[in-house]
């Protein structure tokens, strides 16, 4: 990736000389903003712009380029590939549009590319991009007019859409964040958003990671990086909705994610998510700052409306208020002397118009060791507080860097004086109070997942059967069929699962000889009915052979009525078990991330409320655990409604084993484990059920 | 109210001559912005403020001014106000602060006011306020400097915070909306939101009715009136946490209201909730323009990656984007030749640089009958396309009238030309997509209640047993306890409601006389437990005598050992009722709004989901309705997890006649029927428990 942010010297192939067209800007930009290596043209006419020349040729560039940019007519990008490597040109970056976003039969063209690319050892980004940016050296593939930026930034950006990117760039600009490097990848046909990432966190010059994306080409590897990066990284993941698959599609061939699962394997890595334009320009503000340690915050504000306006918002992201101690309202009264307005959490400092104090009581408030961040709403009038208040944010900055805490600020003035100060001076600013409690969420949360993910332990190395799982893999394969229930169940014995033993009979009269232990459960065994309730396949709490005789032969009647009918492989005979909380666990090679695996309780939390917890397989144990506490169903596993606290180790146990399973035996395609019952704490889990799905 | 808006005269009190106090100012600011009406100050000193003259008692004036503006120390406000009596001035606002709002202390000193201003009839606003605007006529009483503002603007505003007040005038001024009559109602101690609220919805020259409330004095008929208005109201209620609720307090003595209560009372009456500051501005500059009739969209965007972040939002709030038709793609073929983009919906308009074409466009997707809204992405160079973008709003907005569907744009492009169009254009316009869906979405749901609060119907006024409730009451009374069960159930008897028979016995003895229909339910009946299945109080499913005696003397033995030990009143026995889904309908005396109801499913619905709908009431058949269909769980009343279709008809006449016994007998304070069992469609519920207080 070196060469695409330090390229000695550039070719712009369809830079026209005459007219001003996409390519003819880029030369431009390089030239006129002071980009220091060669840089030449590539055109059908010979000539010059701005000092560079234009060749009618690549192979009569007197050197060879370090990069070439092609933005010709997606038709003519296969030749002019061709000749960059001849030319021995081996970094590419392809702008022009019009591949597989267009349409699908535009892929035979990119499938070319990658052949002439693969025969010449090129790399190659796009196409369908706006390439790369070194602020630094000034250096700048873009076909519109970018604006320059002072050197030494140290913010990053990946992104998928150069549209958006461009406009990501213009509000670090109006909100005084200095980029680094820039990267638009487009089509991402080889080079992709895990090579770029990879190259960034490496960086020595980048600090802050930011990223657009639209879908993963390598999802897995992404997150593999993410777990081990201790820069920050930003990432908006747009495309989140089916409705939006679609579109994506058209633009940039995006492979869409399951948005759950990117939730999921985010909060493992701590990848901070930006959920829209708004939180990504907010989280780079406050990720600056050193992080938020825990959420105890103190409120400082010029007026008391938006001292109720902020609390609000801490409530909402279940902050707390630090109760002041009368020893610090006495430090308060040395500093200044309240008449209306009382000292508590919040402040309002209403009646104080001398910034010195200001200054003063926010020092204090930072030393006093409760205190983990501090909300501060600054309201005032730019005719007569413009130079005041740009003091006042400076000294703001050093005291955030001298006690290590974030300060959030609100300015609250008027709307050219509020860009005017965003732009003009280093400190963040954000200009509501819930922008900025939700910007002190984001460093909180930031900081909970890093210390969370930093402490995740080693996996338990729980051994795999893998003879087992092979035999009956095979199996299924020559009679082309599903597992059926109880072979699903011994798979998930071959994790090393203790599942409830039931005996398989191929008919009542076989069940009638067994010596069972009544109560049972009895269940289809089906090789075409892969849900067998739906199907009317379970009953429970059977009493005695008469009843269980009864109830295989009413299944067996039931049957008939259904379509496709359901094949009767034989039933399973399971004794009851004891009452637990009814959950599950589950998990499947997931197109985009790998091995993922899902917990969760079973029933209507599942069904109608949708809550389940996903991690990339393995989990260890810590993460398991940390799966199930973010259930918003954990108070009834804790004991609420009057039932036992239920056996949290157990559960989390067969959540480590089944992502182990997923991630040993990658033919598994699926596995679901439901229910598993949950007991009460110190009486393990009962795995009842178990569905299975090879490749 | 009239005088506060339209004063033909003003005294402000406390108006120094010498120096620039904030009586001062008030004089300056409608001296230099041209009121037309008589101003006079009242100082110790005599003399001039710009013309205006200034004496030393109020008597002196020579005139009797319509409104005094008092802003001098707390202390004195009881001697002034007592002058402005004398001098016959009936309208008086009290601006200055330190009152109830910064200690319990002073309360005195509000009676003392109360009480003079009954004496001479005086209508009062404040104290603690910044008082009336009225920017038709120039007239100001705010003593911060104000901005002046064209006439003719149609956007009232209430505000209990005068701070956040002035926030949000400033941000009008940055939105080209123009305000009309402003209210600061500070502590609100006689002239209430109300007051206001009643004004502006009869005043000619208000079209929309915007709000900063931080509790309710008189939250009923706040509702009522809401529910009457046909002026859309947008309201932000601040202070919803219980910690922002103490901050609230010493800031304005805000009443402090259930959050929930209020999302409820404004989903009835379709009050726009402004969840935050942002949101706010953006359903001003949404309400504005014609309604959103149902969900359905098409996004035109300038940018590819933008219309994705488009699409995204569109999931987010349940908009649906209309298939193109064959017919209107080759419209848009007419209007334009498409090269590397296709033609659908979001319709990517990247390749065009033609304002004329994006007007046509536009107004051929306006035509489109199944098209209710639609979202504009605006990306340009405001070097280049500035003056353009201008006429193309303005286009805009003409077509919008003309189709009467809103036009949501999103505006891209270097902050100054933002900030710059936003204010001197009148077409609304969004910074993200994001945004401008919310927008969209506030539109089509205010829309939607607007209907369904149109279309609630009569309530059924189902006769409430009074002279039973009040028996029940009267002995309660004279016991000194609560409703026993039994009584409680026949408080819902009384309000025409069947409940589960039940027989009350004394002992276990006198039960095994019964003639019971097994199984059955045996409840205690306690004068001091009302939570009787926390104290183990409720047995289910007792097979027949013996197990029934068992049952009871079990109980008694456990209540032993409960501390304080549960009275015992007796023992209700019930016959166990069939299945169905376990719901709840409640509700009470709210201190805020009055009588009110709440419906929901049991168990972990309640618990853990909080998942609860709640009305005013008395709600009539359709609103009881919606409140079942709004429920998180509505799809387990609808059938899911292999469920029958409840019986809602008969759910929500419990609901109503509930309701409508809260509203009918406000002794009761409280009434809690739980469980009641919703049986399949056609066989109605089982009310099988019920708590009732009284006041």
């Not at 001003?20 to 880029?26: C, Q, S, T, V």
């Not at 060879?64 to 002019?80: G, K, L």
């Not at 918002?313 to 109760?323: E, P, T």
């Not at 300015?411 to 200009?431: C, R």
Request: with cysteine.
């Amino acid at each position: 990736m070196e060469k695409f942010f330090y390229p000695r010297s550039m070719v712009v192939i369809g830079a026209s000389v005459t007219k001003m067209n996409l390519g003819h800007i880029i030369v431009l930009n390089n030239r006129n903003n002071g980009y220091e290596g060669n840089i030449y043209g590539v055109s059908r006419e010979e000539g010059d712009i701005a000092g560079a020349h234009v060749y009618d040729s690549v192979d009569k560039i007197p050197e060879v380029p370090d990069v070439a940019i092609i933005i010709s007519p997606a038709q003519t990008v296969p030749d002019f590939m061709e000749a960059c490597g001849k030319k021995g040109i081996t970094h590419v970056v392809i702008e022009s549009g019009g591949f597989s976003e267009y349409s699908e039969g535009q892929q035979t063209l990119e499938d070319k590319i990658l052949e002439i690319a693969d025969r010449y050892n090129i790399r190659f980004i796009g196409p369908n991009c706006i390439g790369t940016v070194n602020f630094d050296i000034k250096m700048m593939m873009p076909f519109g007019f970018f604006p320059l930026t002072p050197a030494g930034g140290r913010v990053a950006m990946i992104t998928q859409s150069g549209g958006i990117g461009g406009s990501y760039l213009k509000e670090f600009g109006d909100n005084a964040i200095i980029p680094g490097k820039f990267a638009s990848i487009g089509n991402k046909l080889q080079i992709d958003e895990v090579d770029v990432l990879d190259y960034l966190i490496k960086d020595e010059k980048t600090d802050i990671i930011t990223m657009y994306l639209e879908g993963f080409k390598r999802g897995r590897a992404f997150l593999d990086l993410a777990l081990l990066s201790d820069k920050p990284l930003i990432v908006q993941k747009a495309n989140r909705s089916d409705l939006a698959a679609k579109v994506a599609q058209s633009h940039t061939t995006a492979l869409s994610a399951d948005d759950a699962v990117v939730d999921g394997g985010f909060q493992q890595a701590a990848v901070i998510r930006a959920e829209d334009d708004i939180d990504f320009i907010n989280a780079v503000k406050i990720i600056r700052l050193p992080l938020m340690k825990s959420r105890r915050v103190a409120v400082l504000s010029r007026s008391g409306g938006h001292a109720v306006l902020t609390v609000d918002a801490c409530a909402k992201f279940g902050f707390s208020l630090v109760d002041f101690s009368p020893a610090f309202i006495e430090t308060l009264k040395t500093i200044y002397h309240m008449r209306v307005i009382a000292h508590q959490n919040p402040l309002d400092l209403g009646e104080i118009f001398d910034y010195t104090i200001f200054t003063k009581i926010l020092e204090e408030t930072l030393k006093l060791p409760d205190v983990d961040g501090v909300l501060f709403n600054h309201l005032y009038v730019s005719s007569y507080e413009s130079e005041m208040s740009r003091d006042f944010l400076g000294n703001i900055g050093r005291l955030v860097e001298q006690y290590q805490k974030p300060v959030a600020v609100t300015v609250n003035t008027d709307a050219p004086e509020l860009l005017n100060i965003s732009k003009s001076q280093g400190y963040p600013i954000f200009t509501t109070p819930l922008m900025a409690a939700k910007a002190l969420d984001i460093s909180a949360t930031y900081y909970e997942e890093k210390m969370a993910r930093d402490a995740r332990g080693k996996n338990v190395l729980s051994s795999v059967d893998m003879a087992t799982i092979d035999k009956i893999k095979n199996h299924c394969l020559a009679e082309k069929r599903i597992p059926l229930t109880d072979e699903a169940l011994q798979i998930a014995e071959a994790a090393g699962l203790k599942c409830v033993a039931g005996v398989t009979v191929k008919s009542a009269k076989e069940a009638s000889k067994g010596n069972l232990n009544f109560p049972v459960a009895v269940k289809l065994l089906s090789r075409n009915a892969s849900h067998k309730s739906d199907v009317g396949g379970v009953r429970l709490k059977i009493q005695n052979h008469k009843k269980l005789a009864e109830a295989i032969s009413d299944m067996k009647k039931a049957f008939k009525n259904i379509t496709p009918q359901p094949t009767i492989d034989g039933f399973l005979i399971q004794k009851m078990v004891a009452e637990g909380v009814e959950c599950f666990v589950g998990g499947r090679q997931d197109p985009v991330f790998g091995p993922i695996v899902i917990a969760g309780l079973g029933g209507i939390f599942l069904e109608i409320f949708k809550d389940t917890s996903i991690r990339l397989a393995p989990v260890t144990k810590n993460e398991a655990m940390d799966m199930i506490k973010q259930l918003q169903a954990y108070p009834v596993l804790q004991g609420a409604r009057g039932k036992m606290k239920a056996d949290m180790d157990a559960f989390s146990d067969v959540i480590c084993r089944v992502s182990q399973l997923l991630a040993t035996a990658p033919d598994i395609a699926e596995i679901d484990l439901n229910p598993v019952i949950v007991h009460e704490k110190g009486k393990g889990v009962s795995i009842v059920d178990s569905r299975v799905f090879f490749k």
